[in-house]
């Protein structure tokens, strides 16, 4: 029983590396530095509500939103294919899934910028085939496509974990109760899966909301989304108070987000998804 | 024609290679109460899961009515099944799960709580409605579940086991219950298990099944007095199996004496097999005895005593509310009535 020290290399490091930063980011963001030193001051965190830093934010949500909205209509069908018999023992096809994130994720979106560029694969072959390229590189189409493809599997494996969980006797139950296909769908499927639903949405919303490589890589511009704007003002403009500022903005939506989600997470049975 | 409410012909199903039903023929009588039963394997459940529509036949046809019904999907099926493990939903509440083919069928609101009220009702769960399944014990999840597929009026109910999780207690109740309600409705039962003290309480006919073939169909008293083969007479009940030779009509000669029985039509002098209740073997004094033998073991089996008598040939089994001590030299008697003659299987 007592072999709490063994866990006690883990607490140095969380200290270190999450509990201190932490506080330093709470610390910056409620001061400001005059010439006498570190003073108390909420004006970061007031500029944080400025209309430009506003519609900064408002963007990031709403292309995060979208991303994760896309990301749930491509991966649902994508995990309840996974788990049909034909491909159930084909553990390949999930391999397949999962390899490209073996991948350094910045290698992967480099690749979508020579893909996407002017005289990128796609509109070669595009022009090839006689139709017209596409310029959706440094877009808003971009990013979100950005985001997609990095972020499905987060929502393909927890609706995948939780379907495959799934007991076939409650489908056929339906089915034997007198619901076709689309009815065993909407009345016992879907239902059953919302926890895996949920951790979903919550895995791909948080990454895509704070990402500053996609956005940096595909969209161009400067203050992009807010995950740029943070990195903006700690490696660039040198504002460490106003960038921690934005993160304790950023942290209380994310927090917000996953109140809410938590509510719907939890069965009876107890947490089903990955949180 | 009419009075067959299902008809399996020439059903024939393969699982990976192997074969699970071996050219079947059956068929079901409207308003009765049918028994599959057989041991795990032998391919009762997948008879039901075809009749069901959750299995194809790989040949053969499945008659409804006398409409072919083969690839007929589970849910245009006049049929209902209580499944193993009950399958009930998790995210709905009792009556929830009782309405849930009702809904489907869009019946309104009114009839509709209706008939959840009155199915409840018939399974002794009023005032259950709200609660939620993972909060029933097994017994109520189980009447949930019957109640669940009732509620839909089918023509015939299909039930897998569905008494297997319960206790013994629970068990022998809800057989009964389960009979009733068969008897009261007037829905065409039928029912998997290999249990076969649960098919001889509950059936109209039993179909005994092993590998894939049916052994028997009958009547409980028939499969119990008459089994037609080894197989039946090992699996229904306990029973001394012995070789003998029919020497004519009603004269029997095993275990080293001539009985009178009352099986006739076997020829003279064939080899049979001998099959006798240990509850039909007498004890009596060595002198009355037709064989004689010594006691070997005694078990106190609360109604009865299970006791081993060895004779020259043969380790009898005998069931006896009489107790005789190790080692006692006993007698045997066996009434002509006792002796049921089989014919010998070529392979055993």
Request: proline share 4%.
């Amino acid at each position: 029983m007592n072999k709490k020290w063994i866990s006690a290399p883990y607490l140095v490091w969380m200290v270190i590396f999450i509990v201190v930063p932490l506080f330093l980011v709470g610390f910056y963001g409620i001061t400001v530095r005059t010439d006498t030193g570190f003073v108390f001051s909420l004006e970061p965190l007031q500029r944080c509500f400025e209309p430009t830093y506003l519609k900064v934010l408002g963007r990031s949500v709403l292309l995060a939103a979208i991303s994760t909205v896309i990301c749930l209509i491509l991966g649902y069908p994508i995990a309840m294919i996974l788990t049909s018999k034909d491909f159930s023992d084909k553990n390949i096809y999930l391999m397949l899934f999962v390899i490209p994130m073996w991948m350094n994720f910045l290698l992967r979106t480099y690749a979508w910028l020579t893909l996407l560029e002017k005289n990128g694969l796609i509109n070669v072959l595009l022009q090839k085939i006689g139709l017209n390229p596409i310029h959706i590189l440094y877009t808003n189409q971009a990013v979100v496509l950005g985001m997609v493809y990095n972020f499905l599997p987060f929502m393909v494996l927890p609706i995948y974990s939780v379907l495959k969980k799934l007991d076939s006797s409650l489908i056929e139950a339906a089915q034997d109760l007198g619901a076709n296909g689309f009815q065993t769908f909407i009345k016992v499927i879907f239902p059953l899966s919302i926890p895996g639903v949920v951790s979903g949405i919550t895995m791909v919303f948080m990454p895509a909301v704070t990402t500053f490589v996609i956005s940096r890589l595909l969209g161009g511009g400067h203050y992009y989304l807010i995950g740029n704007l943070i990195e903006e003002q700690f490696l660039s403009v040198g504002n460490w108070h106003f960038g921690s500022a934005l993160s304790i903005f950023l942290m209380i939506i994310i927090l917000i987000s996953i109140f809410i989600t938590s509510h719907y997470e939890t069965d009876k049975e107890g947490s089903v998804g990955l949180w | 024609m009419s009075k067959h409410i299902i008809e399996l012909k020439n059903i024939d199903k393969v699982y990976d290679g192997n074969p699970v039903l071996k050219n079947m023929n059956l068929y079901i009588r409207k308003n009765e109460f049918l028994t599959l039963l057989g041991p795990s394997g032998c391919g009762k459940t997948t008879t039901l899961r075809i009749i069901g529509g959750f299995e194809t036949p790989d040949k053969g046809d499945v008659l409804f009515e006398g409409k072919k019904i083969n690839t007929l999907p589970p849910y245009k099926r006049k049929v209902n099944t209580v499944f193993q493990k009950y399958a009930l939903f998790p995210h709905l509440t009792v009556a929830e799960n009782v309405a849930f083919g009702l809904k489907i069928k869009k019946m309104d609101k009114h009839t509709m709580e209706e008939k959840v009220k009155t199915m409840l009702h018939l399974v002794n769960l009023s005032g259950f409605e709200n609660r939620s399944i993972t909060s029933l014990s097994g017994g109520q999840q189980q009447r949930v579940a019957i109640a669940r597929a009732l509620v839909n009026e089918p023509e015939v109910l299909l039930l897998d086991e569905p008494l297997g999780a319960l206790d013994l207690k629970l068990r022998k109740e809800m057989q009964i219950e389960l009979k009733n309600m068969q008897q009261r409705l007037g829905i065409t039962f039928i029912f998997v298990t290999h249990d076969q003290e649960e098919a001889l309480t509950m059936s109209d006919t039993i179909v005994v099944m092993n590998e894939g073939v049916i052994q028997q169909v009958g009547s409980p008293i028939d499969i119990y007095n008459e089994p037609e083969n080894r197989f039946v007479a090992k699996f229904i009940g306990e029973s001394n199996i012995v070789d003998g030779i029919m020497l004519d009509d009603y004269l029997v000669d095993f275990a080293g004496y001539h009985f009178p029985c009352v099986d006739k039509g076997f020829g003279q002098n064939q080899p049979v097999d001998v099959v006798i209740r240990p509850e039909d073997v007498k004890i009596v004094t060595p002198a009355e005895g037709m064989i004689q033998g010594e006691v070997k073991s005694v078990i106190f089996k609360g109604v009865h005593y299970e006791m081993q008598v060895t004779s020259d040939d043969f380790t009898w089994m005998v069931h006896s509310t009489l107790m005789e001590a190790e080692g006692t030299q006993v007698g045997i008697q066996i009434g002509p009535n006792d002796i049921h003659i089989m014919k010998k299987e070529a392979e055993a």
